[in-house]
């Protein structure tokens, strides 16, 4: 390493300052990679750093940031960050991915410029050096035995481990759709990227994206746990969280912008324009949902304390899964017509049982409500589905039991119940199972699970175009 020459006491100032902050680091090293566009602070990035310098000292080992693009995100964790914490921890070891090869690659090259500008060797070049025999684009490394290896989703990271293990955007928008990718990425991240810390129990995992979906990544280690969630909305939502460093979101107001300077409303607007309310909920909101649901609304259900006396039909419809302890939910919803015409959702069962749990959950509630509850079931494909519902009809001797088989898009099969829950002719029996039915319904089509939406319009096809003459349910329905 060179010598180097005393700072000036005001640039040793200015440099020490650098060093504690990682806030006033940002600001200072901006003119590096951004000449000729001035530095615009904003209470996200100054809550950024704070996370990050809270993952560097060792007091968050999972760190999950959920905000808009163009926000700045890249520069401040893949860039900023860790030529700033090689200045006092040079030997750090960091893995960078991203979906793309060209966006770990665009940001490996940002640090390395950002290391070898005259600027941060003036003030920290006697520090480490970069190596001549490992220099490249997606990886360079100094000679206190530091590294940055930039790979993508799915890619190699040749073997290496990490003490610092970072994902910047692992979702490409085009693709984040697909069921398919989608899992490949959580996968890729179980099983191959949060595998890489060098030391587990002190290295550092951390997430930053924009929301896509209710199964990203993002939704993926938030059903985990484990993971401090900074998030930060384009627009105040009311959702006040006080993260494990204090942190809490300084705007009050109803959408408060996130970054006006930058992002002013009429910008914003035209985003959600050419975004569209589903994208807009989740790349600006970090809401993969619009607000208020999809297909459904909360304010469609309003809650009675008892059913009315005038019911003429009952049908409990199971939606089943043979899993136990994760995956899809068994569902069997009970719903009741009313010679008025209403509907009234009067009670749902829900579990991850195992294939015999299911046969004598289902018995035990078709007992519990009577012989006249109609019972219902959707019929998986194929000879397996047939196996099923054939055993299950034996089970239910002496009760009005049959399968029925599910056609079309599920889109198509819920419209019609949706059509009669508008106006309010859908309403619920109160029960403890109201909210996470609602949550489901509100949430669809982008949740999860969508279990007891399938459920629930099972039993209102079954009720509603069964009691028609002459309509064919399969032909109408979808069911």
């Known amino acids: 390493m060179r010598a180097r020459c005393p700072l000036p006491a005001a640039e040793a100032i200015a440099a020490e300052r650098c060093r504690r902050s990682l806030r006033v680091y940002m600001a200072a090293a901006w003119h590096v990679l951004e000449p000729t566009t001035p530095f615009v602070p904003g209470f996200h990035i100054d809550a950024i750093a704070d996370h990050l310098e809270a993952v560097s000292r060792g007091q968050i080992r999972r760190l999950l940031i959920n905000m808009p693009p163009r926000h700045m995100k890249s520069l401040a964790v893949a860039v900023f960050w860790p030529t700033w914490e090689w200045i006092t921890a040079p030997s750090c070891r960091w893995l960078f991915a991203s979906y793309a090869r060209e966006l770990s690659m665009r940001d490996s090259l940002k640090c390395r410029r950002l290391i070898e500008s005259g600027w941060y060797r003036r003030q920290w070049g006697d520090r480490f050096e970069l190596t001549s025999d490992q220099n490249v684009k997606t990886r360079f490394d100094n000679n206190r035995t530091g590294y940055r290896i930039a790979t993508s989703v799915g890619g190699t990271a040749t073997g290496e481990g990490g003490d610092r293990v970072v994902v910047d955007d692992p979702h490409?928008?085009?693709?984040?759709g697909s069921d398919r990718v989608r899992r490949e990425t959580v996968r890729w991240w179980d099983e191959a990227m949060s595998t890489r810390l060098n030391h587990p129990a002190r290295g550092a995992l951390v997430i930053v994206m924009q929301r896509l979906h209710q199964a990203d990544l993002a939704g993926h280690v938030l059903e985990q746990g484990g993971y401090e969630h900074l998030c930060l909305p384009a627009e105040y939502d009311g959702r006040q969280t006080v993260t494990s460093i204090g942190w809490r979101d300084p705007r009050t107001t109803g959408d408060a912008l996130l970054w006006p300077q930058q992002f002013d409303r009429e910008t914003l607007a035209s985003l959600k324009r050419v975004l569209g309310v589903s994208a807009a909920a989740g790349q600006l909101q970090q809401q993969p949902v619009p607000p208020g649901g999809g297909l459904f609304r909360r304010e469609w259900f309003p809650v009675l304390e008892a059913s009315p006396t005038d019911i003429r039909a009952r049908c409990r419809f199971w939606d089943c899964a043979a899993t136990r302890d994760g995956g899809d939910w068994t569902?069997?919803?009970?719903?009741?017509?009313?010679?008025?015409?209403?509907?009234?959702?009067?009670d749902v069962i829900r579990g991850q049982w195992s294939p015999a749990d299911v046969d004598r959950i289902i018995e035990q509630t078709a007992r519990a409500d009577g012989v006249a509850v109609r019972v219902r079931e959707e019929q998986e494909p194929g000879s397996a589905g047939k196996a099923v519902i054939s055993a299950r009809t034996k089970l239910l001797a002496g009760f009005d039991y049959r399968g029925v088989p599910a056609t079309g898009e599920k889109h198509t099969r819920w419209q019609p119940f949706a059509a009669q829950a508008e106006p309010g002719n859908?309403?619920?029996?109160?029960?403890?199972?109201?909210?996470?039915?609602?949550d489901e319904l509100?949430?669809?089509?982008?949740?999860?699970?969508?279990?007891?939406?399938?459920?629930?319009a099972g039993a209102f096809a079954e009720l509603a175009l069964a009691a028609t003459p002459g309509v064919t349910v399969l032909k109408i329905q979808g069911f």
């Open 442 to 456: 509100t949430i669809a089509p982008f949740g999860v699970h969508d279990d007891q939406v399938d459920a629930t």
């Open 172 to 176: 490409n928008v085009r693709t984040a």
């Open 331 to 346: 569902v069997g919803v009970k719903l009741a017509q009313s010679a008025s015409g209403r509907y009234i959702v009067e």
């Open 426 to 438: 859908v309403v619920v029996l109160r029960g403890p199972w109201i909210p996470t039915w609602l």
